[in-house]
């Protein structure tokens, strides 16, 4: 779980997540940011309601030290607690290297290693209430 700026809405809940090959992000939190959701068009690919189309500046890090690319969201419209989930296409956009162990992330930035910690009661929290959400949808 990291926090990074997506469209200059900081998201507090994002999974970066390496065995995705998507990068996701969900109706209602582009809602939430003023997006125009009419503009998307439906996919025809195999993944359950995947609408391409949203490519969103997302940043890492501060003012002193960032890290900033475009990403290619694809807009799942399926429910989870997360705000968006990144996967394998970001990882190589920011030449990231994830720590699983020490809930760590880190990438180059203009002024050496940027490292981004994730949060351990927020990663419990968002986990425990996706096991809820797949429990009620069984």
Not at 33 to 45: E, F, K, R
Not at 68 to 92: D, K, M, Q, W
Not at 116 to 121: M, S
Request: glycine fraction near 6%; aromatic fraction near 10%.
């Amino acid at each position: 779980m990291v926090s990074p700026v997506v469209s200059q809405v900081r998201l507090a809940k994002v999974l970066f997540d390496g065995d995705s090959a998507l990068d996701i992000i969900f109706p209602s939190m582009l809602e939430s940011m003023g997006y125009d959701m009419t503009s998307l068009v439906p996919s025809d690919q195999a993944f359950y309601s995947i609408i391409p189309g949203a490519t969103l500046l997302v940043i890492f890090g501060t003012r002193d030290n960032y890290c900033t690319e475009y990403i290619n969201f694809e807009v799942a419209e399926f429910e989870t607690c997360y705000h968006a989930i990144l996967g394998r296409p970001s990882l190589t956009k920011f030449m990231a290297i994830p720590n699983h162990k020490y809930l760590l992330l880190k990438m180059p930035a203009p002024k050496g290693v940027l490292s981004v910690y994730g949060g351990l009661q927020t990663s419990y929290a968002c986990e425990t209430k996706n096991i809820e959400l797949s429990d009620t949808l069984e």
